[in-house]
């Protein structure tokens, strides 16, 4: 930055977090340091009758406005930049790419506290380690309280220092044990250890080596990397091989997982492996723990982040590796606000800055297996499971015209007996949470819906309640119809939480454990129920979504996917991909020890090509076959969209508003982009509103953007605009 003539007034043009595509000019504090004003650090600004907090994006002597138009900052609050040059470039072009306010997305890449002007300072961590009392004692001298025996039994075998925040366990223990000089609390601000490793790597097979080498060659340049390897192939000791070699380097590596069910089961792999400092960053903390893992990234303390869609922003002081783990998941594409891909733009910031991006998945998404044909990906293959473990069985169990008994067919019950006979673990998927999707009256035929939705009150019997899964609204379960008086109401459909009880009575005295959102809702219950599953304390698992992804249950030989078909016909041409994920990655659950697995697939569609090509082949083929056919459909991978949705009380204003945008369309001059719609969305009424749709589509990307940049400006000043709700969202991972 030039040093301005000190006669000229300073400027600051800031980012705010408000929905306008604008940037603001301020004038810099008089008496404040030429050197402390810098981008990317936050300042407090008027903004008409409120105070707001801003990022300083570039600091000048011009602006538009006259220097008695401007206001003036009325606090700096960082000495230091928060978001350095690269940071600030990276979402800039997030801003330009998905044609979203760049205040908001500057917003996105800050932690909540930071967001509220709160202090950019690292807390001192506080950490326990045994004393040399601690390491000596008998353990049977605290046979009285098997609490204090069990955690420093736990310290023992970690043999480090813990972090405070790692510590779930009972806080009167660890009181007692540092009563007793047999544990030592200390505050710190560096990093828990010099050593890189506390674990020796595991023997690599031959592919797994190949694998880590060629990552390791790359280190210190941009080269996207996608890892296809079975579920079992050892694609986490490959991350850990690598990320060992980055830690050689002293550079930090940022991985994400799509899921937060993940990060606990991944933590504790790295933490028994890794000794340097390493932090987490999702939903499920609170904002002060986020926002000290987020400085110690920034601030180069911490070497290893743990996190889901919304840490990959999160800047890096000394950077060398981004990991993606499930790559192909639709979790890592924000849906809401600023509609980002974690993936896409990993890509972008690995390109900026420098580095590999790892992509790892047994199921590729097709965008990426595109890449690597097309060679702008590099494609590694693991073949085979890692050890002694062997591919699992699929089978397909036709239920057409089966006796079934709440959604389990007599056939896949007596191979649950056998299973569980030999001492070994059963999983059921089923992707519904629930007692049952809807109650219907026997009588008149009256279904529960929800008001403000096209979807049917899915029944939650423990709780008595029917609930929207869309909007979140619920009513009490009533034994009466509501239009005939009747009391005959019946559950239609099933539900995970009606199979539990079905489950409970079909194999009394075997412990049956539910994985689903609903009953991992309160904290730290989740890793109570995989640690149970591990333990071997659980017989039959059943869950959701949450189950198909990254779970290593050895035990477990039985995997069963209890409703396929409703994947199958679909109006979502994504659909099949996400099927064929699906039924690869639960599979991948069954057999990952040295037990063989099996996996049965009930459906009334067994002749389905897709269903036939994943039992006799691979998901490979299915990808080959799926790809042409996208090609021959003209979709995506091979064109580009982007999805405008408006939404309002009553059909008429969106559709009037997507006609007004069709007619700003056709009236600009540019390169020819397909125009779908407006029609109405696959549900056309979500929480009392009316939605509808319009699909911009071009096999150029380069056209579509040309569009998107001409259209927004203009789509805002529509009269119609002011009636509506909409959104703009680039890349739609699904059309509803």
Known sequence: M????????????????????????????????????????????????????????????DSEFGPERLKPVLAVLDRQPLLSAQDLELLLWASRYYHHPVGEVLTAALPV?????????????????????????????????????????????????IAADELHEDKAALKALLAKGLLQQQS???????????????????????????????????????????????KTEVYMQVIAAVLQRNQQVLVLLPEISLTPQLEQRFRQRFAV??????????DKQRLQAWLQMQQGRAAIMLGTRSALFTPMRRPGLLILDEEHDSAFK?????????????IARAQKLKLPVLLGTATPSLESLLNVQRRRYQGLYLPGRAGKAVAPRLQLLDIRN???????????????????????????????????????????GWVSRCSRCDANLVIHAAEQMLRCHHCGFEQRLTAQCPVCNGSQLHALGMGTERIELLLTSLFPGKTV??????????????????????????????????????????????????????????????????????????????GRAEKPGQVLLQTRHPEHPLLQTLIHQDYRAFAVQALYERQQAQLPPYT??????????????????????????????????????????????????????????????????QLLDSLLPQLVALKQAKAVRWSLDVDPQDLY
């Open 188 to 234: 710190v601000t560096e990093p828990h250890s010099s050593a890189i490793s506390s674990q020796p790597p595991l023997l690599a097979n031959p592919q797994q080596r190949q694998a880590i080498d060629t990552i390791i060659s790359q280190l210190g340049t941009f080269q996207p990397i996608l890892l296809e390897g079975v579920t079992g192939s050892g």
């Open 113 to 161: 506290l930071l967001r509220q002007g709160r202090s950019a300072q690292l807390a001192q961590e506080v950490v326990y380690e045994l004393t040399d009392s601690g390491w000596q004692i008998d353990l049977q001298q605290l046979q009285r309280s098997l609490r204090q025996q069990a955690l420093l039994h736990w310290f023992r075998m970690q043999a480090r220092r």
């Open 640 to 705: 580009h969209q982007a999805l405008l949705r408006a939404q309002a009380h009553t059909p008429q204003l969106p559709q009037q508003f997507l006609a007004a945008v069709v007619e700003q369309i056709q009236s600009l001059p540019l390169p020819p982009v397909t125009v779908l719609g407006p029609v109405s969305a696959p549900m056309a009424k979500r929480a009392g509103q009316f939605r509808y749709q319009l699909l911009l589509q071009s096999s150029q990307r380069q056209h579509l953007h």
């Open 334 to 346: 924000q849906q809401d606000g600023f509609r980002f891909s974690a993936r896409d733009v990993a």
């Open 2 to 61: 030039h040093n301005p003539d000190a006669s000229a007034a300073l400027i600051l043009e800031v980012a705010l977090a408000v929905p306008l595509a604008q940037r603001f000019d301020y004038l810099a504090p008089v008496d404040y340091p030429l050197s402390g004003l810098l981008p990317g650090i936050r300042v407090k600004v008027p903004f008409g009758r409120q105070e707001k907090i801003a990022v300083v994006l570039a600091v000048k002597t």
């Open 402 to 444: 089966k006796r079934m008994q709440g959604g389990l067919s007599e056939q896949l019950i007596s191979v649950m007996r056998q299973t569980l006979a030999q001492g070994q673990q059963v999983l059921l998927f089923l992707n519904r949470r629930g007692y049952a999707p809807v109650q219907i009256c026997h009588g008149c």
């Open 277 to 286: 400092s390493m932090v987490s960053y999702h939903s499920k903390l609170t």
């Open 513 to 590: 454990v539910r994985l689903d959102r609903d009953s991992t809702q309160r904290k730290g219950r989740l890793e109570d129920y995989l640690q149970q599953i591990n333990n071997g304390e659980a017989d039959i698992i059943l869950g959701t979504q949450m189950l198909a992804k990254g779970h290593h249950f050895p035990d477990v030989t039985l995997v069963a996917l209890l409703d396929v078909d409703s994947g199958l016909f679909s109006i979502d041409y994504r659909s099949p991909e996400k099927l064929a994920q699906l039924i690869v990655q639960v599979a991948g659950r069954a």
